[in-house]
């Protein structure tokens, strides 16, 4: 009965010990996770694109294929990838993150380029036009996980980079959790964005009330409006995100004056201001790195319009794929 006893404190006791392992590893992708905000929030908006046109039956299958997708290219591809470099290459990280961080920032300018001065999209015309629907959607997929490569290369580096890990195994569970919680996080909020309108059109029918067929009709106007706010939130936030990383990239590289200055003036603004110091200091800081972002994306928008693509083109014998 003793030894029974002994061997039940024990299971106890490695119990616990895996129950506050799990909550470490959890903790650390939720604090991890939180430095994509701006690449989840672009992933967010501009994901909807993919099942335009489609009939509505369609519309979550294809949304599931790219989940799919998403989730092979970063558990698959992307995580023993990382996890290799960042064990044997580790100086590499920076120069990867700040070269995503470049991504983002030419991502953001070119939207705003876009705002600036718009033109028509030959590329959504021609997809349109494809009489077959079964080949049209197999192009918008692929040309879905092709972008979401991109963003989850970014995604998990952010994330491998902002892990504190005290072995190998932890970091793994760690990045793991976190790209697969992200994943469900951007294409969960996709699928309700997508059905929304659906929604609001079988409430406004439907609705038992008249507040419940109100609210119907309010998510059918409103859900163009949050798209347009999605997309304006998850700009402003790839040029913040893409900026500081770019910025502090450069410090950890030995050149930190520019990390140094903005430092300095967020300090001076907040100067004073009390309590809400560290808010105005963190406000001014986003705001310098957000300006340094898109004055490098538009420096950007050239090399890669008139020589990254046109070279890509030639390699591969594809255009590149519209984000």
């Known amino acids: 009965m003793s030894g029974l006893l002994a061997l039940l404190d024990d299971v106890a006791a490695i119990a616990k010990v895996a129950a506050a392992s799990v909550d470490d590893v959890v903790g650390q992708a939720a604090k991890a996770g939180s430095k994509v905000a701006g690449v989840v929030i672009d992933d967010a908006a501009v994901t909807p694109k993919y099942v335009t046109g489609f009939e509505p039956k369609r519309e979550l299958p294809i949304i599931w294929k790219i989940t799919r997708g998403s989730l092979f290219n970063k558990m698959v591809v992307l995580l023993p990838a990382l996890l290799m470099l960042n064990a044997f290459a580790p100086w590499i990280i920076t120069p990867l993150l700040m070269l995503g961080g470049a991504y983002l920032c030419f991502e953001g300018a070119e939207k705003v380029f ?19 629907p079964l080949h049209l959607e197999e192009t918008r997929v692929k040309g879905a996980i092709k972008t979401d490569f991109i963003l989850s290369a970014e995604i998990m580096t952010i994330i491998l980079s902002n892990i504190e890990a005290p072995n190998f195994w932890f970091e793994a569970a760690t990045l793991a959790f ?28 439907n609705g038992m009330t008249g507040i419940s067929r109100s609210l119907g009709t309010g998510l059918v106007k409103g859900m163009p409006v949050l798209l347009k706010l999605l997309t304006v939130v998850g700009t402003a936030a790839m040029l913040w ?41 963190w406000t001014v800081t986003a705001l310098l790195d957000g300006i340094f972002g898109i004055a490098l994306g538009m420096l950007l928008i050239p090399v890669v319009t008139r020589v990254i693509g046109p070279l890509s083109e030639k390699v591969t014998g594809q255009k590149a794929a519209d984000h």
């Open 241 to 281: 995100v893409g900026g500081s990383i770019i910025i502090h990239g450069l410090d950890v590289l030995g050149f930190p004056w520019l990390y140094d200055t903005i430092h300095d003036i967020a300090v001076a603004v907040a100067s004073g201001a009390g309590e809400a110091a560290g808010a105005i200091e």
């Open 114 to 132: 876009h705002w600036l001065f718009p033109h028509g999209d030959k590329h959504v015309e021609k997809d349109m036009s494809v009489g077959d």
């Open 178 to 205: 976190a790209g697969i919680a992200v994943t469900i996080l951007v294409y969960g909020t996709v699928a309700l964005i997508v059905k929304m309108d659906d929604i609001g059109v079988w409430l406004a029918a």
